[in-house]
């Protein structure tokens, strides 16, 4: 394959800003990233003219339920395939299958499915679109006390046991684990889990402060969707907040769509945790990139108006939200460019392990690359060099 060199007006690795910026890719793969006047271009290399744009890595979202009016719980290819080009169309080139409280028998039949539809892309015959970096298990393992929209008779009690069985469906696809670490059982499946290589993530829990330290001691690394679906924070009981938000052992996505959280609590959360523990997700549902309408996520019925998914109690069921959308919400509240781009590239990328490979310009990377105006809007995406109608 010939090489492809990318001129832009200027880079964000996102560790830093080149300005005037070339990258340099073949087989895939970024083979040099630097200023235009200091990388070579190679001998018959194709150049791709975007000085007029910003280069940034692919987003990586580690919170995607479906999109383009699929839902991942189908568990087909049919439908990842959907999800996958809707996600790579606003910038987001990696991302997590993420699955809503089914019983342990739904969540079975949807893990199957899953890892089979996984498989369909992996590497001769890749979806279009962005790339399944696995299966992102929220539920059924919450709190009745903060599940949100997840229906209370799908929930089930954490148990090794019962984790185990649902390994063994995601055939090695798993990758993170969201409970409640206050309930019976949540400890010991919190050390099968890190046993068996899973990031473990605390959501939808009713915990106190003492119960999420314990949690973390025990190996939990992340919390999911932050303010959301958590105990309130109180001065005296400050509750699984209180202990994200100083233990610097946890990282914490948030759905940045000025819906969710208002944004004098993201201020606090990014006052409170480093810019580098903190990671822009789209809890994404079927509906998004779609019109106003009813839609299922799993088996809740939802109705989208306005931008925004309820579920029959009026509960807020997921999002509609892109990650382009999420890292311009976080510049417009004066975010530098360059740290929103790693709040939804880099910073995910590091919790999967794969930060050598994507999230990132570097040389070696996967050459996922998308382009964007001055306003941060997507312009054009690479996937692994080979370009996606934005």
Same mark, same amino acid.
């Given at each position: 394959?010939?090489?492809?060199?990318?001129?832009?007006?200027?880079?964000?690795?996102?560790?830093?800003?080149?300005?005037?910026?070339?990258?340099?890719?073949?087989?895939?793969?970024?083979?040099?990233?630097?200023?235009?006047?200091?990388?070579?271009?190679?001998?018959?290399?194709?150049?791709?003219?975007?000085?007029?744009?910003?280069?940034?890595?692919?987003?990586?979202?580690?919170?995607?339920?479906?999109?383009?009016?699929?839902?991942?719980?189908?568990?087909? !290819?049919?439908?990842?395939? /959907?999800? *996958? @080009? $809707? %996600?790579?169309? &606003?910038?987001?080139?990696? #991302? +997590?299958?993420?699955?809503?409280?089914?019983?342990?028998?739904?969540?079975?039949?949807?893990?199957?499915?899953?890892?089979?539809?996984?498989?369909?892309?992996? !590497?001769?015959?890749?979806? /279009?679109? *962005? @790339? $399944? %970096?696995?299966? &992102?298990?929220?539920?059924? #393992? +919450?709190?009745?006390?903060?599940?949100?929209?997840?229906?209370?008779?799908?929930?089930?009690?954490?148990?090794?046991?019962?984790?185990?069985?649902?390994?063994?469906?995601?055939?090695?696809? /798993?990758?993170?684990?969201? %409970?409640?670490?206050?309930?019976?059982?949540?400890?010991?499946?919190?050390?099968?889990?890190?046993?068996?290589?899973?990031?473990?993530?605390?959501?939808?829990?009713?915990?106190?402060?003492?119960?999420?330290?314990?949690?973390?001691?025990?190996? /939990?690394?992340?919390?999911?969707?932050?303010?959301?679906?958590?105990?309130?924070?109180?001065?005296?009981?400050?509750?699984?907040?209180?202990?994200?938000?100083?233990?610097?052992?946890?990282?914490?996505?948030?759905?940045?769509?000025?819906?969710?959280?208002?944004?004098?609590?993201?201020?606090?959360?990014?006052?409170?945790?480093?810019?580098?523990?903190?990671?822009?997700?789209?809890?994404?549902?079927?509906?998004?990139?779609?019109?106003?309408?009813?839609?299922?996520?799993?088996?809740?019925?939802?109705?989208?108006?306005?931008?925004?998914?309820?579920?029959?109690?009026?509960?807020?069921?997921?999002?509609?939200?892109?990650?382009?959308?999420?890292?311009?919400?976080?510049?417009?509240?004066?975010?530098?460019?360059?740290?929103?781009?790693?709040?939804?590239?880099?910073?995910?990328?590091?919790?999967?392990?794969?930060?050598?490979?994507?999230?990132?310009?570097?040389?070696?990377?996967?050459?996922?690359?998308?382009?964007?105006?001055?306003?941060?809007?997507?312009?054009?995406?690479?996937?692994?060099?080979?370009?996606?109608?934005?």
């Amino acid at each position: 394959m010939p090489q492809l060199a990318i001129h832009t007006g200027r880079a964000f690795t996102p560790l830093a800003e080149i300005p005037d910026a070339l990258i340099v890719v073949q087989d895939g793969q970024i083979r040099s990233v630097g200023p235009r006047a200091g990388v070579q271009l190679p001998p018959g290399a194709r150049e791709f003219d975007a000085r007029s744009l910003a280069a940034a890595p692919g987003f990586v979202d580690v919170h995607v339920h479906g999109a383009a009016g699929r839902d991942v719980m189908e568990g087909t !290819p049919q439908a990842l395939s /959907a999800v *996958a @080009e $809707c %996600l790579a169309r &606003h910038g987001t080139t990696s #991302f +997590l299958a993420t699955t809503v409280s089914a019983g342990v028998e739904g969540t079975l039949r949807a893990l199957e499915g899953l890892a089979t539809a996984i498989r369909v892309q992996l !590497p001769d015959s890749p979806l /279009a679109g *962005a @790339e $399944c %970096l696995g299966i &992102h298990l929220e539920g059924p #393992f +919450l709190s009745p006390a903060r599940r949100g929209v997840h229906p209370s008779n799908q929930l089930v009690s954490p148990s090794p046991a019962t984790l185990a069985r649902f390994l063994a469906a995601a055939q090695g696809f /798993a990758r993170v684990l969201t %409970l409640a670490p206050e309930l019976p059982g949540a400890e010991d499946t919190i050390v099968a889990a890190r046993g068996a290589g899973l990031i473990t993530a605390m959501g939808h829990t009713d915990a106190t402060y003492d119960a999420a330290m314990r949690a973390i001691d025990l190996g /939990a690394r992340h919390a999911v969707h932050v303010f959301n679906a958590m105990r309130p924070f109180s001065h005296r009981e400050t509750g699984v907040l209180g202990a994200v938000l100083t233990d610097a052992r946890v990282t914490a996505e948030v759905i940045a769509d000025g819906v969710h959280v208002d944004e004098p609590a993201l201020r606090l959360l990014l006052a409170a945790k480093h810019s580098d523990s903190v990671l822009l997700v789209s809890d994404g549902t079927p509906a998004t990139d779609m019109p106003d309408g009813n839609y299922h996520l799993g088996s809740i019925e939802v109705t989208v108006s306005g931008g925004v998914s309820r579920n029959r109690e009026g509960k807020i069921a997921g999002s509609t939200l892109t990650l382009d959308r999420a890292v311009r919400h976080m510049a417009s509240l004066g975010v530098p460019p360059g740290t929103a781009i790693r709040m939804a590239s880099l910073n995910p990328a590091a919790l999967l392990g794969v930060e050598t490979r994507k999230g990132s310009l570097a040389p070696g990377a996967d050459a996922d690359i998308v382009l964007l105006d001055d306003s941060l809007n997507v312009k054009r995406v690479f996937i692994r060099g080979r370009p996606i109608d934005a």
